[in-house]
């Protein structure tokens, strides 16, 4: 079946530091990726995605780049703001189910940004 | 811009009393999801909705559970009997065909079963 590992939370930083989340996926046939964000008593949102192998999603700051070698889809950011403090989930939809394409989701990891 | 909205956003219920969560997806979506995700724990996919009937659905949605869209617009998850173990936030989510498109997720209904 389909997983998403994700490194394990909390992560604390200093505000301006360099973030990365590791996350890696087994999955059967060629899924598309997703990292999302909830922020604190908040849903879920999308923060980026990509569909295919070698794509790279971007926005607000955070960069991922699929990895069918390492199947692997790291978050990265530059340089953190306190904004960005909230729990981040790696996940995975391969539409593989008739009618659905369900997500997968990774444990979350909780950001936490200090000035 | 269009979104998901769930009623209620928090809901007390009385361990064996039966709850309807509420959902009402993006108008021109035509799938429609449940997840739920208890305290600190990950997101759980519950049950996919697609062509007005059940396309997939987790080990978790056994017969206590239960999905519908009753009139075209909204699309409901019935718990029939809670019980405690049930306490978590649902979402709510629906996306578009097209393979890769994001899901929509909405706000969450926080359920508390006491």
């Known amino acids: 079946g389909n997983s998403v590992t994700q490194m394990e939370g909390p992560v604390t930083l200093s505000e301006e530091a360099f973030l990365t989340i590791n996350c890696t996926y087994t999955?059967?046939?060629?899924?598309?990726l997703f990292w999302y964000v909830q922020y604190p008593g908040e849903g879920l949102q999308l923060l980026l995605k990509?569909?295919?192998?070698?794509d790279k999603g971007s926005n607000k700051g955070f960069e991922a780049t699929y990895r069918k070698e390492t199947t692997s889809f790291h978050l990265e950011k530059g340089s953190v703001q306190v904004s960005d403090s909230a729990v981040y989930f790696c996940?995975?939809?391969?539409?593989?189910?008739?009618?659905?394409?369900?997500?997968?989701f990774g444990k979350g990891t909780k950001l936490s940004v200090i000035p | 811009e269009p979104e998901v909205t769930q009623t209620p956003s928090h809901q007390v219920t009385q361990m064996g009393q039966e709850v309807i969560l509420r959902c009402v997806p993006i108008?021109?979506?035509?799938?429609f999801y449940w997840y739920r995700q208890i305290l600190g724990q990950k997101v759980e996919f519950l049950v996919s909705?697609?062509?007005?009937?059940?396309?997939?659905k987790s080990e978790i949605f056994d017969d206590q559970f239960s999905v519908e869209r009753p009139d075209g617009s909204n699309f409901t998850l019935k718990i029939r009997s809670t019980k405690l173990e049930d306490s978590a936030m649902y979402f709510c989510?629906?996306?578009?065909?097209?393979?890769?498109?994001?899901?929509?997720f909405g706000q969450g209904t926080r359920l508390t079963v006491v």
């Open positions: 909705f697609y062509n007005n009937e059940i396309s997939e």
């Open positions: 999955a059967t046939g060629y899924p598309s």
């Open positions: 108008s021109n979506h035509l799938y």
């Open positions: 989510a629906s996306s578009d065909r097209v393979r890769g498109t994001e899901a929509f």
């Open positions: 996940a995975l939809s391969d539409g593989s189910g008739a009618g659905s394409y369900q997500l997968t």
């Open positions: 990509a569909t295919k192998a070698d």
